[in-house]
């Protein structure tokens, strides 16, 4: 089976009429549209609500962006000091060596910039890259993130990883990938093996949005990284139809730890043009992780964070347990939403 790249392409494997692909031509030439193989073959006969089938599959609303929407959310252009390079916090930057993924989620954060064309870094610009991280010894961590950085062939992600080892002031380099899950045979041993070297710790955040993507393939390919004594993260996002219901949480935050991989964070929606359908108010997205605390596994429970927009960074956005702060102390509420009181 091949990649679908197209709507004739998704149309050809049964998962959109060719009505919704002639109306939805405009929003393809717009946004990229990718699903693997692997992906294609686990959608064959899904329904169109399917969660897994509704991160990839274009839809007309996308065709609507609203007022507060934005082509650089998250503002990584501001924050640029160098091409490849996001330095927002002090002590850590993004690396982001190439825009391309495996599968392009429709309600991506960097849709504007990620794309079979999205511009990847020639070689002298990838030295730059790695020249500035080398000259600023405050850089204790490098995020490798892009696009999808489990693109790079092993060789390629040896040469970052032992670039960046050979620093001395960094001391880990994070990869954040959707290859487990939507490609895991890509997860090889040689590639498992390129992203460690001594000297720096090697993490690997997962992309996950729903437990029906931790498929026994998905397993396995997690269970290669973390064998590798790799420790794993889980980065989710809250999307509206996808994973919006706290039993749809619960299952994907146990599938998750079930599998070596800690939540880490669950992110509420950027604001991304096109993506309005995907976005819960925060205040839904709030009373989901309050429903999940204390019925949970503290391993199942990642921060819920927002992504301030114009390139502030992140903040935590559930909602704090301590609700009053007085001369008596401060007051508590507990899981069940009891009230009580802690001197001090
Ligand atoms: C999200 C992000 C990071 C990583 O933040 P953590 O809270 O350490 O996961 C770093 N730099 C930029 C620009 C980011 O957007
Ligand atoms: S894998 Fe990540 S960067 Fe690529 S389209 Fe999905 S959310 Fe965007």
């Known amino acids: ?23 939805m031509a405009g929003v393809a030439d717009r946004y990229a549209v990718a699903l693997t193989p692997y992906v294609l073959d686990r959608l064959a006969g899904a329904a169109p609500d399917d969660p897994v089938a509704v991160q990839y599959i274009p839809a007309p ?19 640029s000091p160098v091409k490849g390079i996001v330095h927002r916090y002090p002590d850590r930057v993004l690396l982001k060596p190439l825009h391309a993924c495996a599968v392009y989620c429709r309600f991506c954060f960097r849709r504007e910039m990620v ?3 999205g511009d990847a870094l020639s070689a002298g610009e990838l030295d730059a890259a790695l020249a500035y991280v080398r000259s600023r010894p405050e850089i204790w961590e490098v995020i490798v993130t892009g696009g999808d950085p489990f693109l790079l062939a ?19 380099i994070r990869f954040h990938t959707r290859i487990p899950v939507a490609d895991p045979a890509r997860v090889t041993p ?11 710790a090697s993490w690997v955040a997962v992309h996950v949005n729903h437990a029906a993507e931790m498929t026994p393939e998905a397993a396995a390919a997690a269970a290669r990284l973390a064998d590798a004594g790799i420790p794993l993260l889980g980065q989710s996002v809250l999307l509206k139809g996808v994973n919006d219901e706290a039993a749809v949480l619960e299952a994907l935050f ?7 991989i800690k939540p880490y964070y669950l992110h509420h929606p950027d604001l991304a043009p096109g993506t309005s359908h995907f976005r819960p108010s925060v205040e839904r997205g709030q009373d989901l992780v309050d429903a999940l605390r204390g019925h949970v596994s503290g391993l199942c429970q990642p921060t819920y964070v927002l992504d301030i927009p114009g390139g502030h960074g992140k903040a935590p956005i559930g909602r704090c347990a301590i609700e009053t702060h007085g001369g008596d102390g401060h007051g508590i509420r507990d899981y ?3 009230r009580h009181r802690y001197p001090g």
């Open 1 to 23: 089976m091949k990649p679908a790249r197209s709507l004739t392409d998704l149309v050809a494997a049964g998962l959109m009429t060719e009505a919704d692909a002639a109306a």
């Open 61 to 79: 609303a996308e065709a609507y962006s609203t007022e507060d929407e934005l082509a650089d959310p998250i503002g990584d252009h501001s924050h």
């Open 115 to 117: 794309g079979p064309g």
């Open 154 to 172: 092993p060789r390629r992600l040896r040469a970052i990883v032992q670039a960046v080892a050979a620093m001395g002031h960094v001391g880990v």
């Open 190 to 200: 040689e590639l498992v093996a390129a992203l460690r070297a001594d000297g720096i």
């Open 254 to 260: 146990r599938a998750l730890v079930r599998n070596r």
């Open 336 to 338: 069940q939403g009891r």
